[in-house]
């Protein structure tokens, strides 16, 4: 069959056709309408936009328009659709949004282009007209908003009350009236209820609505007429001077024009059931059943704005007015009530404050307390706003107050001043005084805590040494903010091996150097050097002789005995070596004759040359034997030296790597978990580098802030520190896990008055840096400090165990490795030395090495041994008694009190309680808020 050109062009042209009409099919497409044109004020007029055949596109936005109310309308309703025309497949899929648009005023609108990103591009569509006219209200509806009072004061109360008038419907043809309940059902959802709708949302909360009653009211023509009067009454409370403000108030009515019986297939029972003309809508049927019931058949919006009366806002007056007056109106009381009344100076205390009055209690502020000259001359106040809590007719209030030294015996009367728009004064009511003390802050007693003496000098000799005190130092650098991974921890092990495998290795290289084919071993350069130096033919016989016996196992140095020529010869001649024993037996023989004076066929130099080329074959040869004058000896001193090594690198690696890989978490050996403390660390855990500086910098600061505050100002000092604790944690809690910073959180815990928390912190610096000099020293100063008792009564113990920890918790860990790791290098440099050059040196150099090592081993680990409680908790709180079950029902045993920085045992856990063990052996309940889990 033969195509012609128009017929091949038409076929293109229909493909093209296809292929474009596809390629629409399937592009994003968006389409907006209104379900009219034309509305009443009042009346919602439906907006739908169409996004179709998209994979993927934005949220829309409508932009508002003046005089329209656009409300989203549920959410986007979603749907598929497969045609098939001529066996082509086509499917669509589309997503509608739908918007309510209520128009308040007469007018023509415009709504702007919809803009929507579909499938990566930016579609709009096009602008939409529509025009609103008000609907003629007539005598159906009115509204009037009145007011008990004529004038008032911006802020005082005023009651209002909405007075609603509809005129009931009636049907003519069916001879019904609908109530007042259904009347009420016909208020439209379009209605802005102003200042009243938070009052119906009240009602509707509770199932109820205003209630309606028939009156009789004067229509625009004067007549009397019934209507259905509905009351709904609000409080508002004027903010500004001038003419009181609704809101935008506008009630629509969808009034009924007609209705019509509905259909049903069992209206013929109830066709006469009526319900006396009187029945309550169901759905806009007028019956529960829908049974041959009536339904609306056509309504009109009808609307009404409603008539203000005329009532006057008048400013509250300048003269008189108090300092501390916040716009307040009414009538008020104020209470105080502080939380604990005993603490040091610069501690926090919670002053609770409460205002009772008949105002708007959510518009009511907190007294100026940073503007109080009475408190801020004694306590640290925060300047900001404070945030309450309404409860019915009172206002609650709370804040922190700091002490700014010892001896302050109150906190002072809270003033409260508000206008009396009665008497049209300001009053000014006070608080009761709170008493309370304050003792000396816990920062001034820093320097009270110290250790004992370096030496065991008596207490007033010239020879005692001086104590050592608390270091309040902080590391500032960004190594601070760098996790250290428990694992690199192991490095310390690799440490502690490496001299033990430097000695090995040197070990090993000596004897790889004195095998036995070796030309460059130690006996055969000493050989070569005796027959270079020898003086006569004997001396060179003797030495080439024990060389060989040597070789055999004969012997253990090269001048150690002399071998006959006869044992060399006879070794050779068993080794093979035929050739070569024919040439040693006649230099022996040469050698000898010129010993005992008989003429030989060499002179000396002559001799000394075969000699030293029989050195040469031998140490190509292959003897068999080993030559045990090569062999590296190591005598007992360097053998008890080396055992010393090994012994001290397992004693500081191992037990340091035993230590890291003991950490496991607490609930892996409890039969329930642990609840972890909350510090927001899913927000924290995504802090940035930069963030994490800066933290770090403003922490710095703070901490720095309360270390140069003054003492007579402990308040703020307490303060700065407390910011600076703050900020440190929330860098712990970001996941942090580092040394230095836990030394930086517990100084300044210390420093804020919480030595618990701080001797946690000083535990969790241990753990990651068990030789961390300042945590371990800082650490056992502070529980010193906060026991003073349990460290005298250790001192003053005669058992070796608490003698030797009282002694050793003077001496910081890190002084015992400063003193292994020298004493090691000293003990590796001689062990190695006396391998290559062996001298007396090396082996007595030996013996002091070894004692320091071994005192040094001792002082850094020591601790670790003296530990008869496994710490896993730290308690944070002054005093706390244990309970005998968990739960705030079980009651406290009093025989079993924890105090501050003690240390605990978990044994298991209950949700947020923990059952924890004493180093005494009691055991109890406590909740968790009340300790510090350690990470062990």
Request: contains cysteine; glycine residues 8%; aromatic residues 6%.
């Amino acid at each position: 069959m033969r195509t012609t050109f128009p017929t091949l062009t038409k076929s293109i042209a229909v493909a093209v056709m296809l292929f474009s009409a596809a390629a629409v099919a399937h592009a994003g497409q968006i389409q907006a309408s209104l379900s009219a044109r034309e509305a009443y004020v009042g009346a919602p007029v439906m907006l739908y936009l169409e996004v179709a055949d998209s994979s993927s596109h934005d949220q829309p936005q409508i932009a508002s328009v003046s005089g329209l109310d656009i409300k989203a309308s549920g959410t986007p309703s979603r749907s598929s659709q497969t045609t098939i025309i001529n066996g082509r497949r086509t499917d669509r899929t589309s997503t509608t949004y739908t918007w309510q648009v209520i128009p308040r005023q007469e007018g023509t609108f415009e709504i702007p282009p919809i803009r929507v990103e579909v499938d990566g591009q930016v579609e709009q569509t096009r602008p939409l007209r529509f025009a609103a006219t008000k609907s003629e209200t007539g005598d159906l509806l009115f509204a009037e908003v009145t007011g008990q009072q004529k004038q008032i004061y911006v802020g005082q109360p005023l009651p209002l009350t909405l007075n609603m008038w509809v005129k009931p419907y009636h049907d003519r043809e069916y001879d019904i009236t609908l109530s007042e309940e259904n009347m009420w059902q016909l208020i439209s959802q379009g209605t802005n209820w102003g200042v009243f709708g938070e009052r119906l949302e009240e009602l509707a909360e509770k199932n109820q609505r205003p209630g309606g009653v028939e009156v009789l009211r004067e229509d625009s023509n004067g007549d009397s007429r019934s209507y259905y009067q509905y009351k709904i009454e609000a409080t508002i409370y004027p903010k500004r001077p001038g003419q009181i403000d609704v809101g935008d108030l506008q009630i629509v009515v969808d009034y009924p024009t007609k209705l019509e019986k509905g259909r049903d297939p069992f209206g013929s029972m109830f066709e006469d059931d009526f319900f006396g003309g009187r029945f309550p809508f169901a759905d806009r049927g007028f019956s529960p059943f829908n049974r041959n019931t009536l339904t609306i058949a056509a309504s009109r919006p009808v609307v009404a704005s409603a008539e203000v009366a005329p009532i006057d806002v008048t400013a509250i007056p300048m003269a008189g007015r108090p300092a501390d007056y916040r716009g307040t109106v009414g009538h008020y009381q104020i209470v105080t009530h502080a939380v604990p009344t005993s603490v040091k100076a610069g501690d926090p205390i919670t002053l609770h404050i409460g205002i009772r009055g008949d105002g708007p209690m959510d518009l009511v502020q907190a007294p100026p307390l940073a503007s109080l000259p009475q408190l801020t001359a004694d306590f640290k106040v925060a300047n900001e706003p404070l945030a309450g809590i309404v409860e019915g007719d009172t206002k609650l209030f709370t804040t922190t107050i700091r002490p700014r030294r010892a001896g302050i015996t109150e906190i002072p009367a809270i003033p409260l001043s508000y206008f009396d728009p009665t008497t049209e004064k300001f009053v000014t009511v006070e608080s009761t005084p709170i008493a309370i003390e304050v003792a000396e802050a816990e920062r001034l007693a820093l320097e009270s805590i110290v250790g004992a003496p370096h030496d065991n000098s008596t207490p007033g000799t010239a020879a005692a040494a001086e104590p050592r005190k608390f270091d309040p130092a902080i590391y500032s650098g960004s190594d601070a903010i760098v996790s250290t991974s428990k694992a690199s921890q192991w490095l310390w092990i690799a440490a502690a091996m490496l001299p033990a495998l430097i000695v090995g290795g040197a070990w090993f290289s000596r004897r790889r150097m004195n095998s036995d084919n070796s030309a460059s071993s130690p006996s055969h350069h000493q050989t070569q050097k005796a027959i270079h130096l020898a003086h006569n033919p004997a001396e060179i016989g003797s030495a080439l002789a024990s060389y060989i016996g040597q070789r055999f196992n004969h012997g253990n140095h090269p001048t150690a005995r002399t071998f006959t020529r006869s044992e060399v010869t006879a070794q050779l001649r068993a080794a093979g070596q035929t050739e070569l024993a024919a040439r040693v037996e006649a230099l022996l023989i040469q050698c000898e004759q010129a010993a005992y004076g008989a003429s030989g066929n060499q002179t000396t130099d002559g001799l000394k040359s075969e000699a030293t080329a029989i050195m040469s074959e031998l140490s190509r040869a292959k003897l068999g034997g080993t030559d045990r004058s090569a062999a590296v000896r190591v005598g007992y001193r360097q053998a008890i030296a080396v055992a010393c090594i090994v012994l001290a690198a397992l004693a500081i690696g191992i037990p340091t790597g035993l230590h890291l890989a003991k950490q496991t978490p607490l609930t892996e050996n409890m039969a329930t978990n642990v609840e972890p403390q909350s510090h927001d660390s899913a927000m924290l855990a995504s802090l940035s580098d930069s963030q994490k500086a800066t933290l770090l910098e403003e922490a710095n600061a703070a901490y720095q802030r309360g270390m140069t505050s003054g003492t007579e100002d402990a308040a703020t000092a307490n303060e700065a520190f407390s910011q600076a604790a703050a900020k440190y944690q929330q860098l712990v809690d970001s996941g942090i896990r580092n040394s230095d910073l836990y030394v930086n959180l517990a100084n300044a815990y210390v420093q804020a008055g919480s030595p618990g928390r701080a001797i946690a912190n000083y535990e969790r610096a241990l753990q990651l840096n068990p030789y961390h000099g300042q945590a371990f020293q800082n650490l056992k100063l502070t529980q010193s400090g906060l026991h003073p008792e349990a460290t005298s009564a250790m001192a003053a113990s005669s058992g070796w165990q608490q003698t030797l920890t009282h002694w050793t918790s003077n001496v910081s860990p890190i002084l015992g490795v400063v003193l292994a790791a020298a004493a090691w290098s000293t003990l590796c440099i001689a062990v190695v030395g006396g391998m290559f050059v062996p001298s007396a040196m090396w082996r007595w150099a030996t013996i002091p090495a070894t004692c320091v090592l071994l005192v040094g081993v001792t002082l850094a680990n020591v601790h670790r041994f003296t530990e008869t409680h496994r710490v896993q908790a730290i308690v944070a709180a002054p005093t706390v008694a244990l309970r005998d079950a968990p739960g705030d029902n079980f009651p406290e045993n009093p025989s079993h009190t924890v105090t501050e920085g003690e240390s605990l045992e978990v044994l298991k856990a209950n949700g947020p309680w923990l059952q924890v063990q004493t180093p005494t052996g009691s055991i109890g309940w406590i909740s968790q808020p009340q300790v510090e889990l350690l990470d062990t």
